[in-house]
T-cell receptor, first 114, second 113 residues
Framework: DSGVTQTPKHLITATGQRVTLRCSPR?????VYWYQQSLDQGLQFLIQ???????AKGNILERFSAQQFPDLHSELNLSSLELGDSALYFC?????????????FGPGTRLLVL | LAKTTQPISMDSYEGQEVNITCSHN???????ITWYQQFPSQGPRFIIQ???TKVTNEVASLFIPADRKSSTLSLPRVSLSDTAVYYC??????????????FGKGTKLSVIP
């Protein structure tokens, strides 16, 4: 158990809908990362937050957005969902988000768009 | 932005040493290389991290040659429980406080009894 929690574990929705994925980092960690993992793309970095502020941005679509709240939990919002958005979404956390830091991954949210 | 390349899959017998290489071009002098292990339906888990030469911990070794264009994860005497997907990660700092994280596509290691 990494100490990172993600909810829900599974999510089934329809195209065009909007969903919110939630992540709680390890106790004491200030930085949160979001990743998308699909069969053909591997692990794709989406975005990183540190203490409520966006720190790094990867291949995140404009239909996706994220935020980190004062209590350090984070939410990833996916809107206008398409079939291709079906994937595993992982959240990870680290202490301060430095390049050398170990990231601790949550168990993931499996999203299925029908 | 670094591009990472790993073999898609590897097979090994139990008790053998396994070496998985990740190629990473455009890596800067201050970029670190990290390896993660992932089991089915779980999030990736940190294995080892290095910057140059050789790093060893209780589960693996990491070899990085002087030109730093590749890195090799070495797993000594693998067991069936080492069957997993292994990812290399390059974290780059193109500017102060900004990061680029590039995972390889992963190498699926199958350990055979």
């Amino acid at each position: 158990d990494s100490g990172v929690t993600q909810t829900p574990k599974h999510l089934i929705t329809a195209t065009g809908q909007r969903v919110t994925l939630r992540c709680s980092p390890r106790s004491g960690d200030l930085s949160v990362y979001w990743y998308q993992q699909s069969l053909d793309q591997g692990l794709q970095f989406l975005i990183q937050y540190y203490n409520g502020e966006e720190r790094a941005k990867g291949n995140i679509l404009e239909r996706f957005s994220a935020q980190q709240f004062p209590d350090l939990h984070s939410e990833l919002n996916l809107s206008s969902l398409e079939l291709g958005d079906s994937a595993l979404y992982f959240c990870a956390s680290s202490v301060v988000g430095g390049a050398r830091e170990t990231q601790y991954f949550g168990p993931g949210t499996r999203l299925l768009v029908l | 932005l670094a591009k990472t390349t790993q073999p898609i899959s590897m097979d090994s017998y139990e008790g053998q040493e396994v070496n998985i290489t990740c190629s990473h071009n455009n890596i800067a002098t201050n970029d670190y290389i990290t390896w993660y292990q992932q089991f089915p339906s779980q999030g990736p888990r940190f294995i080892i991290q290095g910057y140059k030469t050789k790093v060893t911990n209780e589960v693996a070794s990491l070899f990085i040659p002087a030109d730093r264009k590749s890195s090799t994860l070495s797993l000594p005497r693998v067991s069936l429980s080492d069957t997993a997907v292994y990812y290399c990660l390059v974290v780059q700092e193109p500017g102060a406080g900004s990061y680029q994280l590039t995972f390889g596509k992963g190498t699926k290691l199958s350990v055979i009894p």
